[in-house]
């Protein structure tokens, strides 16, 4: 007698590039938080992402960064909230966006949104994500003016997130992503995060990144210098782990705000290296 075995579907190997590789730690953080019996977020689309794909996952266990990649989701996810808030038909553009699921935590049924990648990024994207009526996915550089068209053609006002994405580029770059915005965009938000000295000089011993190929390139000490790259620049918004916004901290579960407040009290100069920012970019 022959057994028929159903067939599991193959995993994929995902084939991306040094920086597009990073996409897999926000994603496996994600799915690792949804198994916890007190998460600070769920997310089973992550997980079932994270089964589908043939990647050694595991060399991301126990790295205390994790939770700081979720909670950084978390305060990305407040501003991006709060912009939907005022303007729940504004065009929001998730720049580096990986796999992340953020319109899939936030969609109002209004909301118009671009998600942003290098193309092999986009490919990958492509397996898990369709695009819709009001959600489309965009395979471009953000340093290529090819995507501001797209956006600009989507109603204002905009709000950009660019999530533990800028960090990994020269600070040339970033500021010809300003001057985009700037000259493309006018009065667009920018959310970003920067990191400073203490942060990008000892990234070869991070939980996380020594262990990869991709490399933080923008060093940034204070978030106030950007508003000098050109006029019609203004932070708006700056905080760390240590200060994060209320609405955030208050609904993280105990255990996360008693090791925030123990992190910020042994850890302070570390933490305050890494900042997160919203920017308003006026022309
Ligand atoms: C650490 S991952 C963050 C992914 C996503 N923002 C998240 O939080 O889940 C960095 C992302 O930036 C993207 N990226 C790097 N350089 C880029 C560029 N020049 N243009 C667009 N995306 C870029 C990578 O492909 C990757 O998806």
């Not at 496996?28 to 916890?36: L, M």
């Not at 790295?63 to 909670?71: E, I, K, P």
Request: aromatic fraction near 8%.
């Amino acid at each position: 007698m022959t057994i028929e075995r159903c067939a599991m579907p193959a995993k994929h190997a995902p084939e991306l590039g040094q920086i597009q590789e990073t996409l897999l730690i926000p994603l496996y953080a994600r799915a690792v938080e949804t198994r916890k019996r007190r998460p600070m977020l769920r997310d089973p689309r992550a997980v079932e992402m994270v089964e589908s794909l043939d990647y050694d996952f595991s060399r991301f266990d126990g790295a205390r960064s994790l939770v700081g990649a979720n909670l950084r989701t978390l305060l990305f996810d407040h501003w991006v909230r709060d912009f939907l808030t005022r303007h729940p038909a504004g065009t929001v553009v998730e720049i580096g966006t990986g796999l992340n699921t953020r319109f899939e935590r936030l969609d109002n049924g209004r909301v118009h949104w671009f998600d942003l990648d290098l193309p092999d990024a986009v490919a990958l994207r492509r397996r898990f994500f369709e695009d819709g009526p009001r959600r489309r996915m965009l395979a471009a550089s953000v340093t290529d003016p090819a995507w501001t068209e797209a956006v600009r053609s989507s109603p204002g006002p905009y709000f950009l997130v660019a999530e533990a994405v800028l960090i990994y580029l020269e600070e040339d770059a970033v500021r010809s992503v300003l001057d985009l915005v700037a000259d493309r965009l006018p009065g667009a938000r920018l959310a970003l995060e920067t990191a400073g000295a203490r942060m990008v000089g000892s990234q070869d011993r991070h939980d996380v990144l020594a262990g990869m190929a991709a490399r933080m390139r923008w060093q940034c000490d204070d978030p106030a210098d950007v508003e000098a790259w050109r006029p019609g620049i203004a932070l708006t918004t700056s905080c760390t782990f240590s200060t994060l916004p209320a609405p955030v901290r208050d609904r993280l579960p105990t255990g996360y705000r008693r090791l925030l407040r123990l992190l910020s009290a042994v850890r302070r100069r570390d933490i305050d290296a890494y900042r997160f920012n919203v920017f308003r970019v006026d022309g």
